[in-house]
């Protein structure tokens, strides 16, 4: 007959199976989070694969050849109910970023959120002074997203989330080795940059687009007598003087045959010398100055109040869907010319427009009451317009696909709605960095499909909610109450 086991062998023998179980357990999940790390699955389960970056997107971060890191100020917590949607799709997007960029040692994006208010000392030393800011670094490069472009509002309403668009456009701009160059013309009394007054000072525009990744620098043509080759935009801001038939021949050229980009703001008063530049692009510049009477078209410090017209049009799509009107100072109107050639590839777009109360009034240097003369003033039925933009497409390609540059000239009707002192008024500054971002080919179209917002409405009549607010209260209740029940007297017995 066989000799029992002592108790003090069963404890041992208990001991070791706790522990071996205990090991086991450690083991089995040390290996399941080894796996996940290193050979995770993952799916996208949601309708609008929402959770997903497009192929584009994902080709363009492989190929990143330097780190980028994101800079995010908004917070959950805000009282705006806007910001706090916002944080929560942007926070949801960039970790998509992130993912996409851990098997790329040299082009890696990291996310770092901050509160302004709690870490000042980091966000001084980013620049940054307000929250609600997202800052895309790569080196010493940055660039913003507005909060304005990460999603599609109409009638202030969000009908799609566009944050792929606007991230991807941002970090293709950081990772670029070659800063785009802006120049702004000097030599006829235009606008400065390094003049800090507020009503022809440009020095917070230049700030702006600096921050934006951009080099700005002056050219006087009468002493260059050439257009750099690496002009991305030329500026025009004020002038006041002409510019003579050698100048208007460089600016010519470089429209029509280098595709270029011009912005020319024109003060009223002060005649450019650019009418045959003008003639060619379709745009006349009247020599007007617009009076508006009317409560909706002109304030009390006497700023035309613009509302913008085109809904398509990138400079004019966001001032219209969030309705904010622009500001400006004196001004003159710069039309669409009705006797341009008919040239298929030339594209003339209105823009901003006046009020139908206005007038432009042509012997506004002779009187100092203005009364609208019928037959001699510029009538304002139905609008005046005071920006038009034009833009000479190529001819259609054998290729479709195959994107061709191509020259674009905006003409503004005022210049010292960018100054100092007006760069500040909503809408100004973001009109402005539209253009520039138009015309230098920032807002380039991604093959990214918009992510719609769904949107979920709970309909319920008066007679379903008293039988959900019963079935809430009472039902689930007993019904756990009756369980319990069973279960007790199924044990008892």
């Given at each position: 007959m066989a000799k029992p086991p002592s108790f003090r062998a069963v404890r041992w023998v208990r001991t070791l199976h706790l522990l071996?179980?205990?090991?086991?357990?450690?083991?089995?999940?040390?290996?399941?989070?080894?796996?996940?790390?290193?050979?995770?699955?993952?799916?996208?389960?949601?309708?609008?694969?929402?959770h997903t970056l497009s192929p584009e997107t994902r080709a363009y971060l492989n190929?990143?050849?330097?780190?980028?890191?994101?800079?995010?100020?908004?917070?959950?917590?805000?009282?705006?109910?806007?910001?706090a949607q916002a944080y929560r799709d942007v926070k949801g997007l960039l970790r998509?970023?992130?993912?996409?960029?851990?098997?790329?040692?040299?082009?890696?994006?990291?996310?770092?959120?901050?509160?302004?208010?709690?870490?000042?000392?980091?966000?001084?030393?980013?620049?940054?002074?307000?929250?609600?800011?997202?800052?895309?670094?790569?080196?010493?490069?940055?660039?913003?997203?507005?909060?304005?472009?990460?999603?599609?509002?109409?009638?202030?309403?969000?009908?799609a989330f566009l944050g792929e668009q606007a991230f991807t456009a941002a970090i293709l701009d950081v990772a670029s080795p070659v800063k785009q160059k802006i120049y702004f013309l000097t030599?006829?009394?235009?606008?400065?940059?390094?003049?800090?007054?507020?009503?022809?000072?440009?020095?917070?525009?230049?700030?702006?687009?600096?921050?934006?990744?951009?080099?700005?620098?002056?050219?006087?043509?009468?002493?260059?007598?050439?257009?750099?080759?690496?002009?991305?935009?030329?500026?025009?801001?004020?002038?006041?003087?002409?510019?003579?038939?050698?100048?208007?021949?460089?600016?010519?050229?470089?429209?029509?045959?280098?595709?270029?980009?011009?912005?020319?703001?024109?003060?009223?008063?002060?005649?450019?010398?650019?009418?045959?530049?003008?003639?060619?692009?379709?745009?006349?510049?009247?020599?007007?100055l617009i009076?508006?009477?009317?409560?909706?078209?002109?304030?009390?410090?006497?700023?035309?109040?613009?509302?913008?017209?085109?809904?398509?049009?990138?400079?004019?799509?966001?001032?219209?869907?969030?309705?904010?009107?622009?500001?400006?100072?004196?001004?003159?109107?710069?039309?669409p010319d009705p006797g341009r050639t008919l040239d298929p590839n030339l594209v003339v777009t209105p823009l901003v427009a006046t009020s139908e109360h206005a007038w432009g009034e042509r012997n506004y240097r002779e009187r100092v009451t203005p009364v609208y003369d019928a037959g001699v003033d510029l009538p304002g039925a139905p609008r005046l317009i005071v920006v038009t933009a034009s833009e000479r497409r190529p001819a259609r390609q054998i290729l479709p696909t195959f994107s061709v540059p191509s020259g674009r000239l905006v003409a503004y009707g005022s210049a010292d709605w960018i100054a100092n002192g007006r760069l500040g008024v909503i809408g100004n500054l973001s009109f402005f960095l539209s253009a520039i971002n138009w015309t230098a080919d920032r807002d380039v179209d991604f093959n990214v499909p918009a992510r719609p917002i769904a949107k979920f409405q709970l309909s319920l009549t008066q007679q379903q909610i008293q039988r959900l607010r019963y079935s809430l209260v009472l039902a689930l209740p007993g019904l756990a109450a009756l369980l319990g029940l069973v279960v007790y007297w199924t044990r008892r017995n």
């Open positions: 071996a179980q205990a090991f086991l357990f450690v083991t089995l999940f040390a290996g399941l989070n080894y796996l996940a790390v290193n050979y995770a699955w993952r799916f996208d389960l949601t309708e609008n694969r929402s190929d990143l050849k330097e780190p980028v890191r994101i800079i995010v100020t908004l917070t959950e917590d805000s009282e705006n109910e806007e910001i998509e970023y992130q993912f996409a960029t851990e098997g790329n040692p040299r082009g890696k994006i990291t996310v770092d959120f901050i509160d302004v208010y709690q870490r000042r000392r980091d966000a001084e030393a980013l620049g940054i002074d307000q929250p609600n800011t997202i800052l895309v670094l790569c080196s010493d490069k940055r660039s913003i997203v507005e909060l304005g472009k990460l999603y599609d509002v109409k009638d202030r309403e969000k009908q030599g006829h009394g235009e606008m400065s940059l390094d003049d800090a007054s507020p009503d022809r000072g440009l020095s917070s525009l230049e700030a702006e687009l600096k921050a934006r990744n951009f080099d700005v620098e002056p050219l006087d043509l009468a002493l260059s007598r050439k257009i750099p080759d690496d002009a991305a935009v030329i500026v025009i801001v004020g002038p006041q003087g002409r510019f003579d038939a050698a100048e208007e021949e460089l600016l010519r050229q470089y429209l029509s045959n280098r595709a270029g980009r011009i912005l020319a703001l024109l003060a009223p008063g002060y005649p450019p010398g650019l009418d045959d530049l003008f003639y060619e692009w379709g745009v006349l510049v009247d020599d007007v009076y508006d009477r009317s409560a909706t078209g002109q304030s009390e410090t006497g700023d035309l109040i613009l509302p913008a017209l085109d809904k398509e049009h990138p400079l004019t799509s966001s001032l219209l869907n969030y309705k904010i009107p622009l500001r400006f100072g004196p001004s003159r109107s710069v039309r």
